[in-house]
C-alpha cells in the first residue's frame, strides 16, 4: 500500500451517488408502497451499504483500513431513477472517498438484486464522488504571493565545513507551492548573527521567515532566544503541532525548543537543524499554517 506515514489526522469527508434505473412506473410505485417481493430495499441497501463501507479495505486492494466515525445513506426519487447518496466521515490521515462509492455500489447491486424479480431491466448508470472534503488537498486560498526567506543557523555550515540540507528543504517546499522568491541566507550559532540578519528581512517586509537548527539543547543552540524578542504575536500551536508530529515518530522530538509568531507582518517560524527533523515539521504544518495570512487579514472562512 502506498505510505501515508508522513500524513497527519485530519477531518475528512466524502460524499458519492448510484443511479438506480427501473424501466417502468409500477416498479416505483412497489418500491414506495413497500411492495417488492423481497423486502423493503431501502432498509436491506442502506444495511449493505455499511459493511461496505466498513469492509471497504478487504476488497479494495490499495485502500488502507480506516476508522469510520460517521456514514450515512439517504435516497431519493426522480421519474423512473433511484439517487443512493452515501456519506461517509472519518479522522484519520487518508480519505474515505472509495469507501463513499463503495457503499454507494454495495446499495445499488442489493437494489439491483431486489428488483429483478419485478423489473427484468433495472441498471446501475452511474456511482460517482460528488464531495470530498479534508487533507492537504482541501487547503484553499493560500497566499498568491509570499517574500520568503531562509535561515540556516550553523556554525559548520557557515565555516564551509558541511553541506546545508535543512534550509534547501525549506527552499524546495516553498518553490512546490510556487513561492519561489526565497531570500536564503546562512549564519553562524550566535545571537547578534541571527538578530542582524532576521532584522535585515524584517526591513525588507519579509512575509515569511524560516530559521532551521539551534533549536536544541547544547550551548551553542541559541535561535529560539535570538528570535523570541522580535515576536509580538506568539503562536503556540504551530511548534506544538510540529514536535507532536514528531514525536509520534521520534521519541526526542520533545527537546525541539523551536518557537513560531509574528513580528510585525511577518511569520517566524524556528526549526530543527536536521534535514528528517525539517521536513517531518513541514509535513505536519503545510500548507495550512499558511492560512494566518487570512486571519491576519480579515479574511477567514
Known sequence: MVNITHKTNTLRRAVATATLQVSKQETIDAVNERRVPKGDIFEFSRAAALFGIKKTSDVIPDCHP?????????????????????????????????????????????MYDMLKPIDKNVEIQHIRLQEKHGGKSDARHLPKALKCAVVVCSDTVSRGEKEDTSGKAIVNLLASYNYNDVEYNVVSDDVEAIQKILQQLLDNR????????????????????????FIDTEIPGIMETARAYGQQRVNTAML??????????TLIITLPGSKKGVEESLQALFPQVLHVFSVREGNSH
Not at 72 to 97: A, C, F, P, Q, R
Open 256 to 265: 525541539s525548543r523551536g518557537i513560531a509568531g509574528f513580528a510585525g507582518g
Open 206 to 229: 519579509t512575509d515569511l521567515v524560516f530559521f532551521t537548527g539551534g533549536t536544541g539543547l547544547s550551548a551553542r543552540d541559541v535561535t529560539p532566544q535570538a528570535v523570541a524578542p
Open 66 to 110: 480506516l476508522p469510520v466515525e460517521y456514514s450515512n445513506i439517504s435516497y431519493s426519487i426522480d421519474g423512473l431513477s433511484i439517487i443512493i447518496s452515501v456519506e461517509v466521515h472519518t479522522i484519520y490521515k487518508t480519505g474515505v472517498e472509495v469507501e463513499a462509492m463503495h457503499g454507494a455500489s454495495v446499495a445499488a447491486l442489493v
